[in-house]
């Protein structure tokens, strides 16, 4: 029963348990500052992999598709789905943040019109603007029709496909490498955030977690099991 614990939570009360550890360590020695390079190390490391593991997996899981019209159903599902659901949850936090609002007085940028974020929820200016986590959707919808170039150029059986799945599978390892850091990355990261912000993070970051972690929990009680009968059909 314990291993079995252990393979299943270990992870995660490593995780937990660094969060605190540092907290305590932030709370006590203002110089925990200096830590706040252990954390970054590790989000920085996960933002270079974010875009190519999205690129590649995408394209290769269409490429490798037998038919294209079913990769076409998959791609309009895909899209579908991550439309509708943004559309929910900004509805959503969007009276959450009238009702509750996190940081009140806060400035506001200056918005922008409905065809400027039409044109910039799936396309980017210029190549280069894809290699970026900032331009998550666009990146989506352009390795979604690599996925289907690959395909209808020879599928699976493509050259392209190959190298695009290969490089899915280490882009996949090096997650599994880099996660191993995560316990000391969370904890030198909150350590320094409680060293540098103190009492300030139960007033404002503590409002915007108690608007986050109940959004989230009701999310995966309700989407997640929505998400596998979508996905499984009836049985």
């Not at 252990?38 to 269409?62: A, Q, W």
């Not at 996190?102 to 400035?107: E, N, S």
């Amino acid at each position: 029963m314990s291993r079995s614990f252990f393979r299943t939570y270990g992870f995660l009360s490593a995780m937990l348990l660094a969060i605190v550890l540092g907290c305590v360590l932030g709370a006590l020695w203002p110089g925990a500052t200096c830590l706040a390079p252990l954390g970054t190390i590790f989000i920085n490391l996960m933002f270079c992999i974010v875009v190519p593991l999205v690129f590649c997996s995408l394209s290769s899981s269409i490429a490798c598709m037998k038919s294209p019209k079913r990769a076409g159903r998959i791609m309009g599902t895909t899209l579908l789905v991550f439309i509708v659901t943004g559309l929910i949850a900004a509805v959503i936090m969007l009276f959450a943040m009238r009702l509750y609002p996190p940081a009140a007085g806060g400035a506001v940028d200056e918005q922008a019109s409905v065809a400027q974020l039409l044109v910039n929820f799936f396309t980017v200016e210029d190549f280069a603007a894809l290699l970026s986590r900032r331009a998550m959707l666009p990146l989506i919808v352009f390795s979604l029709l690599i996925g289907f170039g690959v395909n209808l150029s020879g599928g699976a059986d493509c050259l392209t496909a190959k190298v695009l799945q290969d490089m899915t599978n280490c882009l996949l390892k090096l997650v599994s490498l880099i996660s191993y850091y995560a316990p000391v990355a969370f904890f030198g990261f909150f350590a320094s955030l409680v060293a540098t912000y103190g009492a300030q993070i139960t007033a404002s970051y503590g409002r915007a977690l108690l608007i986050y972690y109940p959004l989230c929990l009701a999310y995966a009680l309700i989407a997640f099991p929505l998400y596998a009968r979508i996905g499984g059909g009836r049985a």
